[in-house]
Protein backbone atom coordinates (compact mmCIF):
# COMPACT_ATOMS: atom_id res chain seq x y z
CA UNK A 1 0.00 0.00 0.00
CA UNK A 2 1.48 3.63 -1.23
CA UNK A 3 2.30 5.53 2.43
CA UNK A 4 -0.34 8.78 2.48
CA UNK A 5 1.10 12.33 3.05
CA UNK A 6 -1.02 15.08 3.98
CA UNK A 7 0.44 18.33 3.00
CA UNK A 8 -1.48 22.03 4.78
CA UNK A 9 -0.92 24.68 2.29
CA UNK A 10 -1.58 22.38 -0.33
CA UNK A 11 -2.67 25.29 -3.07
CA UNK A 12 0.51 27.72 -2.16
CA UNK A 13 3.54 27.92 -4.01
CA UNK A 14 5.67 25.33 -2.04
CA UNK A 15 2.81 23.35 -1.18
CA UNK A 16 0.99 22.55 -5.06
CA UNK A 17 4.96 22.08 -6.01
CA UNK A 18 5.56 19.50 -3.19
CA UNK A 19 2.29 17.57 -3.80
CA UNK A 20 3.00 17.29 -7.47
CA UNK A 21 6.87 15.94 -6.80
CA UNK A 22 4.60 13.47 -4.10
CA UNK A 23 2.10 12.45 -6.77
CA UNK A 24 4.96 11.48 -9.07
CA UNK A 25 7.04 9.69 -6.43
CA UNK A 26 3.64 6.77 -5.65
CA UNK A 27 2.51 8.75 -2.91
CA UNK A 28 -1.10 9.10 -1.79
CA UNK A 29 -1.79 12.51 -0.93
CA UNK A 30 -4.34 14.44 1.12
CA UNK A 31 -4.11 18.07 0.99
CA UNK A 32 -5.63 20.92 3.16
CA UNK A 33 -5.42 24.80 2.25
CA UNK A 34 -8.47 27.54 2.81
CA UNK A 35 -7.55 29.41 -0.30
CA UNK A 36 -6.37 32.56 1.57
CA UNK A 37 -2.96 32.63 -0.24
CA UNK A 38 -3.04 29.74 -2.50
CA UNK A 39 -5.32 28.91 -5.67
CA UNK A 40 -7.39 25.80 -6.36
CA UNK A 41 -6.19 25.52 -9.72
CA UNK A 42 -2.70 25.22 -8.54
CA UNK A 43 -3.80 21.58 -6.54
CA UNK A 44 -2.16 18.85 -8.72
CA UNK A 45 -5.47 16.66 -9.83
CA UNK A 46 -4.66 13.28 -7.92
CA UNK A 47 -4.94 15.04 -4.24
CA UNK A 48 -7.77 14.59 -2.34
CA UNK A 49 -8.35 18.01 -1.17
CA UNK A 50 -10.19 19.29 1.12
CA UNK A 51 -10.51 23.21 1.96
CA UNK A 52 -10.30 23.83 5.62
CA UNK A 53 -8.29 25.98 7.96
CA UNK A 54 -6.17 24.56 10.13
CA UNK A 55 -7.35 26.32 13.04
CA UNK A 56 -10.54 24.07 12.87
CA UNK A 57 -10.39 21.01 15.10
CA UNK A 58 -12.26 19.50 12.88
CA UNK A 59 -9.38 18.89 10.79
CA UNK A 60 -7.98 15.86 13.19
CA UNK A 61 -10.18 13.29 10.91
CA UNK A 62 -8.29 14.61 7.44
CA UNK A 63 -5.55 12.61 9.37
CA UNK A 64 -6.92 9.54 9.88
CA UNK A 65 -4.66 6.68 8.56
CA UNK A 66 -1.92 9.80 7.47
CA UNK A 67 2.01 8.49 7.66
CA UNK A 68 3.79 11.88 7.57
CA UNK A 69 2.59 15.41 7.43
CA UNK A 70 4.23 18.35 6.07
CA UNK A 71 3.09 21.10 7.55
CA UNK A 72 3.44 24.51 5.32
CA UNK A 73 -0.07 26.41 5.76
CA UNK A 74 0.78 30.17 7.47
CA UNK A 75 0.36 33.54 7.16
CA UNK A 76 3.63 34.66 5.41
CA UNK A 77 3.20 38.00 3.79
CA UNK A 78 5.69 39.83 6.75
CA UNK A 79 3.99 43.24 6.00
CA UNK A 80 0.26 41.48 6.03
CA UNK A 81 1.82 40.11 9.84
CA UNK A 82 2.94 43.50 11.12
CA UNK A 83 -0.31 44.87 10.25
CA UNK A 84 -2.31 41.82 12.21
CA UNK A 85 -0.43 40.24 14.99
CA UNK A 86 -3.03 38.75 16.20
CA UNK A 87 -4.38 36.86 13.43
CA UNK A 88 -1.00 35.70 12.68
CA UNK A 89 -0.67 33.85 15.98
CA UNK A 90 -4.12 32.10 15.39
CA UNK A 91 -2.87 30.79 12.47
CA UNK A 92 0.93 30.43 13.00
CA UNK A 93 0.78 29.37 16.40
CA UNK A 94 -2.54 28.39 17.33
CA UNK A 95 -3.13 26.62 13.96
CA UNK A 96 0.15 24.69 14.10
CA UNK A 97 -0.27 23.65 17.38
CA UNK A 98 -3.87 22.09 15.86
CA UNK A 99 -2.11 20.22 13.22
CA UNK A 100 0.11 18.84 15.73
CA UNK A 101 -2.91 18.19 18.21
CA UNK A 102 -4.47 16.25 14.89
CA UNK A 103 -1.20 14.64 14.01
CA UNK A 104 -0.20 12.99 17.73
CA UNK A 105 -4.09 12.08 18.29
CA UNK A 106 -4.20 9.96 14.80
CA UNK A 107 -0.93 8.46 15.69
CA UNK A 108 1.31 10.16 12.77
CA UNK A 109 4.41 8.98 12.06
CA UNK A 110 6.30 12.32 11.33
CA UNK A 111 5.58 16.09 10.91
CA UNK A 112 7.85 17.73 8.26
CA UNK A 113 7.31 21.29 9.14
CA UNK A 114 8.33 25.15 7.36
CA UNK A 115 10.52 27.60 9.47
CA UNK A 116 12.31 30.68 8.40
CA UNK A 117 15.43 32.44 7.40
CA UNK A 118 13.52 35.41 9.47
CA UNK A 119 14.86 33.75 12.70
CA UNK A 120 18.55 34.36 11.14
CA UNK A 121 17.90 37.83 9.75
CA UNK A 122 18.85 40.14 12.75
CA UNK A 123 17.14 41.17 15.77
CA UNK A 124 14.70 43.53 14.36
CA UNK A 125 13.87 40.70 11.62
CA UNK A 126 13.44 38.55 14.76
CA UNK A 127 10.58 40.74 16.60
CA UNK A 128 8.98 41.09 13.68
CA UNK A 129 5.24 38.89 14.53
CA UNK A 130 6.22 36.33 11.78
CA UNK A 131 9.58 35.08 12.63
CA UNK A 132 7.54 35.05 16.35
CA UNK A 133 5.17 32.89 15.17
CA UNK A 134 7.65 30.82 13.41
CA UNK A 135 9.80 30.66 16.47
CA UNK A 136 6.57 29.49 18.22
CA UNK A 137 6.31 26.86 15.61
CA UNK A 138 9.56 25.38 16.65
CA UNK A 139 9.15 25.17 20.34
CA UNK A 140 5.51 23.56 19.49
CA UNK A 141 7.66 20.81 17.63
CA UNK A 142 10.27 20.17 20.09
CA UNK A 143 6.91 20.54 22.98
CA UNK A 144 4.92 17.65 20.54
CA UNK A 145 7.86 15.63 20.99
CA UNK A 146 8.87 16.24 24.94
CA UNK A 147 4.97 15.51 25.67
CA UNK A 148 4.02 13.02 23.18
CA UNK A 149 7.17 11.26 21.13
CA UNK A 150 5.74 13.08 18.03
CA UNK A 151 8.75 12.56 15.68
CA UNK A 152 9.63 16.21 13.82
CA UNK A 153 11.87 17.47 10.84
CA UNK A 154 12.34 21.52 11.11
CA UNK A 155 12.85 23.03 7.44
CA UNK A 156 14.10 26.18 7.81
CA UNK A 157 13.71 27.75 4.30
CA UNK A 158 15.65 30.62 3.05
CA UNK A 159 14.38 32.72 0.05
CA UNK A 160 12.00 30.29 -1.76
CA UNK A 161 11.70 30.98 -5.32
CA UNK A 162 10.33 29.27 -8.94
CA UNK A 163 6.72 28.72 -10.58
CA UNK A 164 3.80 29.31 -8.25
CA UNK A 165 5.60 31.94 -5.89
CA UNK A 166 2.64 34.13 -4.80
CA UNK A 167 3.31 37.09 -7.15
CA UNK A 168 -0.29 37.99 -6.75
CA UNK A 169 0.25 39.13 -2.91
CA UNK A 170 0.01 43.11 -1.98
CA UNK A 171 3.64 43.01 -1.19
CA UNK A 172 5.22 39.61 -3.97
CA UNK A 173 8.28 38.47 -2.87
CA UNK A 174 11.64 40.26 -4.91
CA UNK A 175 12.16 38.16 -8.13
CA UNK A 176 8.19 37.87 -8.28
CA UNK A 177 8.38 41.79 -8.04
CA UNK A 178 11.25 42.34 -10.32
CA UNK A 179 9.24 40.39 -13.04
CA UNK A 180 6.04 42.23 -13.08
CA UNK A 181 7.89 45.31 -13.24
CA UNK A 182 9.51 43.75 -16.94
CA UNK A 183 6.14 42.70 -17.74
CA UNK A 184 4.50 46.63 -16.94
CA UNK A 185 7.95 47.81 -18.80
CA UNK A 186 8.36 49.92 -15.77
CA UNK A 187 11.60 50.50 -14.05
CA UNK A 188 12.47 48.21 -11.12
CA UNK A 189 12.65 49.63 -7.71
CA UNK A 190 15.94 49.26 -5.22
CA UNK A 191 16.63 50.57 -1.86
CA UNK A 192 19.30 52.24 -0.87
CA UNK A 193 22.00 49.87 0.56
CA UNK A 194 20.96 47.65 -2.07
CA UNK A 195 24.80 46.42 -2.59
CA UNK A 196 24.58 45.00 1.57
CA UNK A 197 21.09 43.56 1.10
CA UNK A 198 21.68 39.92 0.35
CA UNK A 199 19.75 36.99 0.76
CA UNK A 200 19.87 33.33 0.04
CA UNK A 201 17.79 32.10 -3.04
CA UNK A 202 16.60 28.57 -2.51
CA UNK A 203 15.03 26.74 -5.83
CA UNK A 204 11.55 25.38 -5.08
CA UNK A 205 12.55 21.97 -6.63
CA UNK A 206 15.63 21.63 -4.30
CA UNK A 207 13.60 22.10 -1.46
CA UNK A 208 11.39 19.40 -2.31
CA UNK A 209 14.52 16.99 -2.92
CA UNK A 210 15.10 17.18 0.51
CA UNK A 211 10.86 16.99 1.97
CA UNK A 212 10.92 13.68 -0.32
CA UNK A 213 14.20 12.21 1.83
CA UNK A 214 11.92 13.67 4.75
CA UNK A 215 9.49 10.70 4.45
CA UNK A 216 12.49 7.73 4.31
CA UNK A 217 15.13 9.46 6.27
CA UNK A 218 14.41 8.65 9.86
CA UNK A 219 18.26 9.93 10.74
CA UNK A 220 16.58 13.46 9.89
CA UNK A 221 14.01 13.37 12.37
CA UNK A 222 13.86 15.71 15.65
CA UNK A 223 16.58 17.60 13.73
CA UNK A 224 16.21 21.25 12.05
CA UNK A 225 17.63 21.96 8.58
CA UNK A 226 18.55 25.31 6.78
CA UNK A 227 17.99 24.91 3.11
CA UNK A 228 19.45 27.67 1.10
CA UNK A 229 22.02 27.82 -1.71
CA UNK A 230 24.94 28.42 0.47
CA UNK A 231 25.28 31.69 -1.64
CA UNK A 232 24.18 34.88 -0.63
CA UNK A 233 23.04 38.08 -4.01
CA UNK A 234 22.67 41.42 -3.20
CA UNK A 235 19.74 42.97 -4.65
CA UNK A 236 21.20 44.46 -7.81
CA UNK A 237 22.57 41.42 -8.90
CA UNK A 238 19.18 39.53 -8.52
CA UNK A 239 17.64 42.52 -11.05
CA UNK A 240 20.94 41.89 -12.96
CA UNK A 241 19.61 38.31 -13.08
CA UNK A 242 16.11 38.52 -14.28
CA UNK A 243 17.44 41.79 -16.64
CA UNK A 244 19.20 38.88 -18.15
CA UNK A 245 17.15 36.37 -18.31
CA UNK A 246 13.96 38.82 -19.69
CA UNK A 247 16.40 40.36 -22.69
CA UNK A 248 14.94 43.40 -20.70
CA UNK A 249 16.93 47.35 -20.99
CA UNK A 250 14.79 48.73 -17.98
CA UNK A 251 17.40 50.45 -15.41
CA UNK A 252 16.84 50.45 -12.02
CA UNK A 253 15.75 53.70 -9.83
CA UNK A 254 17.53 53.87 -6.17
CA UNK A 255 14.75 54.79 -3.85
CA UNK A 256 15.50 55.85 0.20
CA UNK A 257 15.60 53.07 2.57
CA UNK A 258 12.90 52.95 5.45
CA UNK A 259 14.19 54.33 8.74
CA UNK A 260 13.51 50.28 10.28
CA UNK A 261 14.31 48.49 7.36
CA UNK A 262 18.24 47.66 7.74
CA UNK A 263 20.46 45.90 4.73
CA UNK A 264 21.08 42.42 5.87
CA UNK A 265 22.80 39.54 4.56
CA UNK A 266 20.83 36.05 4.37
CA UNK A 267 23.25 33.20 4.01
CA UNK A 268 22.24 29.53 5.03
CA UNK A 269 24.37 27.21 6.78
CA UNK A 270 23.78 23.85 5.05
CA UNK A 271 25.91 21.91 6.41
CA UNK A 272 23.34 20.09 8.36
CA UNK A 273 21.75 19.30 4.98
CA UNK A 274 24.64 18.46 3.11
CA UNK A 275 25.50 16.11 5.97
CA UNK A 276 23.08 13.86 4.96
CA UNK A 277 23.26 13.61 1.54
CA UNK A 278 21.18 16.65 0.23
CA UNK A 279 22.35 19.44 -2.36
CA UNK A 280 21.04 22.13 -3.75
CA UNK A 281 21.08 21.08 -7.69
CA UNK A 282 19.69 24.70 -9.31
CA UNK A 283 21.91 27.66 -10.93
CA UNK A 284 20.08 31.30 -10.12
CA UNK A 285 20.02 31.76 -13.52
CA UNK A 286 18.11 28.65 -14.44
CA UNK A 287 15.27 28.94 -11.56
CA UNK A 288 14.77 32.03 -12.75
CA UNK A 289 14.30 31.59 -16.54
CA UNK A 290 11.61 29.18 -14.87
CA UNK A 291 9.78 31.39 -12.64
CA UNK A 292 10.27 34.11 -15.59
CA UNK A 293 8.47 31.37 -17.75
CA UNK A 294 5.94 30.38 -15.59
CA UNK A 295 5.38 34.39 -14.92
CA UNK A 296 5.36 34.93 -18.80
CA UNK A 297 3.19 32.17 -19.42
CA UNK A 298 0.29 33.27 -16.66
CA UNK A 299 0.98 36.90 -17.95
CA UNK A 300 -0.44 35.55 -21.92
CA UNK A 301 -3.19 34.47 -20.28
CA UNK A 302 -4.25 37.43 -18.77
CA UNK A 303 -3.82 36.11 -15.07
CA UNK A 304 -1.00 39.05 -14.15
CA UNK A 305 -2.06 42.70 -13.29
CA UNK A 306 1.16 44.59 -14.10
CA UNK A 307 1.85 48.04 -13.32
CA UNK A 308 0.58 48.48 -9.65
CA UNK A 309 3.39 46.91 -7.40
N1 LIG B 1 8.46 30.99 0.18
C1 LIG B 1 9.49 31.28 0.98
O1 LIG B 1 10.47 31.91 0.58
C2 LIG B 1 9.49 30.80 2.40
C3 LIG B 1 10.63 31.04 3.19
C4 LIG B 1 10.65 30.59 4.50
C5 LIG B 1 9.56 29.90 5.02
N2 LIG B 1 8.46 29.70 4.24
C6 LIG B 1 7.32 28.96 4.82
O2 LIG B 1 7.00 27.92 3.94
C7 LIG B 1 5.61 27.64 4.00
C8 LIG B 1 5.02 27.67 2.58
O3 LIG B 1 5.22 28.99 2.04
P1 LIG B 1 4.74 29.39 0.59
O4 LIG B 1 5.75 30.30 0.05
O5 LIG B 1 4.33 28.18 -0.17
O6 LIG B 1 3.47 30.28 0.95
P2 LIG B 1 2.04 30.37 0.24
O7 LIG B 1 1.38 31.56 0.84
O8 LIG B 1 2.17 30.27 -1.23
O9 LIG B 1 1.33 29.06 0.78
C9 LIG B 1 0.76 28.97 2.07
C10 LIG B 1 -0.61 28.37 1.92
O10 LIG B 1 -1.22 28.28 3.22
C11 LIG B 1 -2.58 28.56 3.06
N3 LIG B 1 -3.12 29.00 4.34
C12 LIG B 1 -2.88 30.17 4.98
N4 LIG B 1 -3.58 30.22 6.12
C13 LIG B 1 -4.24 29.04 6.22
C14 LIG B 1 -5.14 28.51 7.19
N5 LIG B 1 -5.50 29.20 8.29
N6 LIG B 1 -5.67 27.27 6.99
C15 LIG B 1 -5.33 26.57 5.87
N7 LIG B 1 -4.50 27.04 4.91
C16 LIG B 1 -3.96 28.27 5.09
C17 LIG B 1 -2.65 29.64 2.01
O11 LIG B 1 -3.90 29.73 1.35
C18 LIG B 1 -1.55 29.20 1.04
O12 LIG B 1 -2.06 28.41 -0.01
C19 LIG B 1 5.03 28.67 4.96
O13 LIG B 1 4.94 28.07 6.24
C20 LIG B 1 6.06 29.78 4.98
O14 LIG B 1 6.03 30.50 6.18
C21 LIG B 1 8.40 30.13 2.95
Known amino acids: MNLKVLVTGVAGFVGSNLA ?33 D ?4 DIQKLFRGVDVVFHLAAKNDLIACQEDPVETMQVNVAGSANVFEAARREGVRKVVFATSSALEEGEARLNGFYAISKVANERIAAGYHQAFGLPFVAVRYFNVYGPRQDYRRAHPPVISAFILKVLA ?43 GSGQSLSMDEVWTTVKAVAGSDLDPVVLPRGAA ?46 GTK
Not at 54 to 57: A, P, V
Not at 192 to 218: A, E, M, P, S
Open 185 to 227: GEAPVLFDGYQNNKRDFIYVDDINDFHLQCITDDRLTGNLYRL
Open 261 to 306: DTPTVGLADISAAAAVGWRPKTAFIDGVRAQYEYMTNEFAAGKVKV
Open 20 to 52: ERLLSSGYDVVGIDNLVYGLREQIPAGVAFHAA
Open 54 to 57: IRDR
